[in-house]
C-alpha cells in the first residue's frame, strides 16, 4: 500500500434522500480521523462545486453538527444534476477538473449517487487515469429508486419504504374512518423502476396494505387497470391502489400525460419531471365507476422524511461512506461500494466494492418473478427482501417540539 | 351527586385525527373503573352505530389494545356525518334513540367531535332531558381544523400542526438541494379556519418556513396573490407558500375552481381534472412566471400521521376523554369538555366545562390580528399560541420496522 497524501472531497449529486447526509458523515467523520487526510473538502452542489471552485472546509465545522447529519435529509452541501460530456468530445470540463484537483492537491474524490453520479464520477475516474493524475476515485450508492446495479440495495430507499409502508397503514385506516365506498389511489416514486411502488405491500403484510400495485416494470394497460380496479371495488367497497409514478401504456406513453400535464419539465438528464398521475387515474376512476375517488400523491415527503427513517438504513448509509474512504486509503480506486447480503435467515450485509464502468447508467429492476402472476401485486420474495431493510427507527432529535437538523458554517475553503 | 347506574357509550364523529382514539382510550379506561357504569360500549360510526344497534362491548377487549388506541390514527371504531334532523320536525330519529338507550340501559352518552358533532349532541342531550329520561350527556371536542368554540384549543390540532409544521422543514430542505429557482406550493386543510394551514409558520420560526402564508379568514386576491408570489420569488429565488384549501374569492368562489375555468386543462378522455388547489395554483404560477412550479398536497398525510403526533396533544386527548367519564358520574351533563390555559409563563390547559348549546355550529377562527398586516402571514402571537401544543413526541410503538395500531375484536353488544 503506497501512502497519498492529499485533500479529500465529497460531492452529493441527484436527488435528495433521508440518508445521503449519513454518507456524508461517513465520509467526513473517518476522512478528518485519517493522517493522510490533509484537508476535508464538500463541493456545493456537487461536480459543479468543484468546476466553479466553491467547496467547504469541513474540518472548521462543529463536529456535533457534522453528528447532525446522520437526521438530517436532503443534500446538506448541496446536489447536482449535471451531465458531464464524452471526454473524447469535450474534455473542457475534465481539464477543469484537472486543474482544481492540482490547485487544491486534491487526492481522494468521493461522490454519492446514483447511476448517472456513477457515469459522472466513471468518467472522471477514467479521465485522471488517462491524464496521469494520482487520485482515489470512489462512487458512494444512494437512491431512494433502489435501481443501481451490483448492490443488494441502496442507501435512501430503507427510509422511503419505511416512510411509505408506514404511512400507506394510517391512510387505510384514515379511509375506513367512514362507513362508506371509496377508491384511494397513491401515487409513488420510481420512474422506471418500481422498488419503492412495491414497499407499499409492506403494509398489506401488516394487514393495511393496498389491494392492488402496479409497478413501471410492466406495461400499463388502462382498461385491465380499470377492470381490476373495479373487480376489486365491487368485492371490497373500499381500496387502495398504489401506482408507480412512472408507468407507461405500451407506447410508452407515461399515463399522467394522459391528464393534464402542469409541469412538464425536462431536468438535464433529459428526464421528464412527473407528477399528476394520481389525479389523472382519479379522474378516470371516477369517470367510470361513479366512485368516491382520491388521489395521494406522496411527493417529495416519501424522500425527505427524515424523521421516519429506517436506523438500518441510516447505519447502512453511514457505513457506505465510511467504507469509501477506509479504502480509498487503503489504495483503492474507480470503484463503488457495494452491499452484499451475508447468506442465513439472519440479515447481515456486507461491503463489497463494484467496478464503477459496471455500475453507470445501469438500471436494476424488480425482477419479473416478484411481481404477481396477474402483475398487480407482488410476490413474498418482494417482501422478504425489503422487510430487512426497514428495520429499527430514526429520526433527528427534536428541539422545541420540532426537529433540530444540521446546521453547517459551510466556510468556504481556500487555497 | 345521584349515583345513576347504566351503561356507558362512546360515539366518534366527523373527520379522523391522529388522537380521536386516544381520547376514546380515555373514555373506556376510566368508564370500565367506574363502578356505577355497568357496560362500556363504542358505537359503530358513530349515532349510526346506535340506530342501527350496531356497537362494540369493550369490555371484551384485551386491555393491552385499548392501551394501542393512545397511538393509533383515524377512527377505530368508526365515524360518520350524520346530520340529525329538527326534532321538532322529524323526530324519528330521537324516538329510535331514546328506545335504544332505554333497552340498554344507556345513561352516559359521550360523543367526540367538532361543530357538527356537538350540535348532534346537543340536540340528543336536549331531547333526553326533554323526554325525562336521566342520561348524563358530555361533547369531547375533536378537530384537526382547531374550530371550536370556547376551548383554547382542540385536540387533534396540535398533532396535525407539528406533522405540518415537520414536514414543512424537510420539505425545505429537499427543494434547496438544487442550486435551481422554485416556488413550491403547499396546499393544507381546513375549509374556513386558518389554524392548521397557519401553523407551517412553525417552521418559519426554525428557519425552515413558508414565505407567504394565505389564511381562508381572508379574502383570497388571484392578482394580489400572484404579485406577491412574483416579488418574493424575484428576490429570494426559491420559496415556499403555504394555502389554506379553503381559500375563497371575493364573491365567495373557491380558488381551487379556477383551475379548469382558467386553464381549461382536460385530460385525454375530456373530464376536467380532479386536482386540487395546489394543482391549480401551480398552474396559475407557472403560467404567469414560467418559473419551476411544485404542488405539494399534504392531503390525509396531515390528519393520520400518528408516527408524528405532538405528546401534549395525546396526552390531553386522552384527559378530555377520561375527564368526560369522570364529570358525568359526578352528575354533569349537557356541557361540552373544554381547554382554559392557565396565566403565566409556563404552558398549562385546565379542564372547563361549557354549554353544548354554545359550542354546536360554532366556528372560531384565526383572529384577525395574528394574521400581519399584509394578509399573508402570521403574527408572533400565532407562534406563542401554537408552539406549546406541539410539544413531546408520540408515536405507536414499532414491530418489525412497522407501526403496530390497536386491532380490536369488536365484539357486537347484546341485550
Known amino acids: 500500500m503506497s501512502e497519498l497524501r492529499g485533500a479529500c472531497i465529497l460531492g452529493q449529486s441527484g436527488g435528495p434522500t433521508a440518508v445521503i447526509n449519513a454518507s456524508a458523515a461517513g465520509v467526513f467523520q473517518e476522512a478528518l480521523k485519517q493522517d493522510c487526510i490533509t484537508a476535508v473538502y464538500g463541493a456545493a452542489h456537487g461536480i459543479q462545486g468543484i468546476l466553479n471552485e466553491v467547496f467547504y472546509d469541513i474540518g472548521k465545522e462543529d463536529p456535533y453538527e457534522l453528528e447532525l447529519l446522520k437526521t438530517t435529509p436532503s443534500s446538506m452541501i448541496g446536489s447536482v444534476r449535471y451531465k458531464l460530456k464524452d471526454p473524447d468530445e469535450d474534455d473542457t470540463d475534465y481539464k477543469k477538473l484537472l486543474d482544481v ?9 468521493f461522490y454519492n449517487g446514483g447511476n448517472d453520479s456513477m457515469d459522472t464520477c466513471n468518467k472522471i475516474s477514467k479521465y485522471m487515469q488517462k491524464a496521469g493524475y494520482e487520485c482515489r476515485i ?5 437512491t431512494i429508486d433502489n435501481d443501481l446495479w451490483g448492490t443488494d440495495h441502496c442507501p435512501g430507499f430503507g427510509s422511503a419504504a419505511k416512510y411509505i409502508a408506514s404511512t400507506t397503514m394510517e391512510i387505510f385506516l384514515d379511509v375506513r374512518a ?8 397513491l401515487e409513488i416514486m420510481g420512474r422506471n423502476a418500481g422498488w419503492l411502488t412495491a414497499s407499499a405491500a409492506l403494509a398489506s403484510a401488516k394487514g393495511y396494505g393496498p389491494d392492488l400495485i402496479y409497478l413501471p416494470e410492466l406495461t400499463f394497460d388502462i382498461d385491465r387497470f380499470l377492470d381490476e380496479v373495479i373487480s376489486v371495488y365491487n368485492k371490497k367497497k373500499n381500496i387502495i391502489v398504489a401506482v408507480s409514478e412512472g408507468v407507461k401504456d405500451k407506447d410508452g406513453r407515461y399515463i399522467y400525460e394522459y391528464g393534464p400535464a402542469l409541469t412538464k419539465h425536462k431536468d438535464s438528464f433529459g428526464h421528464v419531471q412527473l407528477g399528476g398521475l394520481a389525479a389523472t387515474l382519479a379522474g378516470i376512476v371516477k369517470e367510470k365507476t361513479g366512485a368516491k375517488v382520491r388521489g395521494i400523491e406522496f411527493s417529495l415527503l416519501q424522500r425527505c422524511a427524515a424523521h421516519l427513517a429506517s436506523k438500518t438504513d441510516v447505519d447502512e448509509a453511514y457505513l457506505a461512506g465510511q467504507a469509501a474512504v477506509q479504502h480509498a486509503v487503503q489504495g483503492i480506486t474507480d470503484k463503488m461500494v457495494a452491499f452484499e447480503r451475508a447468506e442465513g435467515s ?12 459496471d455500475v453507470a447508467n445501469v438500471e436494476k429492476k424488480v425482477p419479473r418473478e416478484w411481481i404477481n402472476k396477474e402483475g398487480n401485486g407482488v410476490t413474498e420474495d418482494f417482501i422478504k427482501y425489503a422487510l430487512p431493510l426497514i428495520q429499527g427507527e430514526s429520526r433527528p432529535p427534536f428541539e422545541n417540539g420540532l426537529p433540530r437538523f444540521a446546521r453547517l458554517k459551510k466556510v468556504l475553503a481556500t487555497k
Do not use: H
Not at 101 to 109: A, D, Q
Open 101 to 109: 484537483f492540482r490547485k487544491y492537491n486534491i487526492r481522494y474524490f
Open 138 to 142: 470512489m462512487g458512494v450508492p444512494k
Open 178 to 185: 367512514y362507513d362508506t365506498q371509496m377508491v384511494t389511489i
Open 346 to 357: 439472519e440479515y447481515k450485509c456486507n461491503i463489497k466494492l463494484v467496478n464503477l464502468t
